[in-house]
């Protein structure tokens, strides 16, 4: 059975960098991927990787300043965030999947969820 736990998450000021990890336990070579929601909004995509870990897919709103990245003899997956913004503020999700070429970029692609960890960037 293949589990997901994050850690990393923190408060920051805006300008600010942190760096997420996801360890996936029973793992399989399939997708990973770092999602958030802040309150009152749907979950959205920020960043997922494949499993050979060179192919890669951000969001839009945070391409050249997060970097995903996954080390497969760790079972890890990481998230480097930086040039942080207030709106960055949200739970962030570590996700696995196996997701259809439409899905790469999206929740409904990835099947098992972390619990979240909190990313707080203030002004």
């Known amino acids: 059975q293949v589990e997901v736990v994050e850690s990393g998450g923190g408060s920051v000021q805006t300008g600010g960098s942190l760096r997420l990890s996801c360890v996936v336990s029973?793992?399989?070579?399939?997708?990973i991927g770092w999602f958030r929601q802040a309150p009152g909004k749907e979950r959205e995509a920020v960043a997922t990787?494949?499993?050979?870990?060179?192919?890669?897919y951000y969001a839009d709103s945070v391409k050249g300043r997060f970097t995903i990245s996954r080390d497969n003899a760790k079972n890890t997956a990481y998230l480097q965030m930086g040039s942080l913004k207030p709106e960055d503020t949200a739970m962030y999700y570590c996700?696995?999947?196996?997701?259809?070429?439409?899905?790469?970029?999206?929740?409904?692609?990835?099947?098992?969820w972390g619990r979240g960890t909190q990313v707080t960037v203030s002004s």
């Open positions: 996700a696995a999947g196996s997701p259809g070429q439409e899905y790469k970029l999206h929740p409904w692609g990835y099947n098992v």
């Open positions: 029973g793992y399989i070579r399939n997708y």
């Open positions: 990787i494949a499993a050979g870990g060179v192919t890669a």
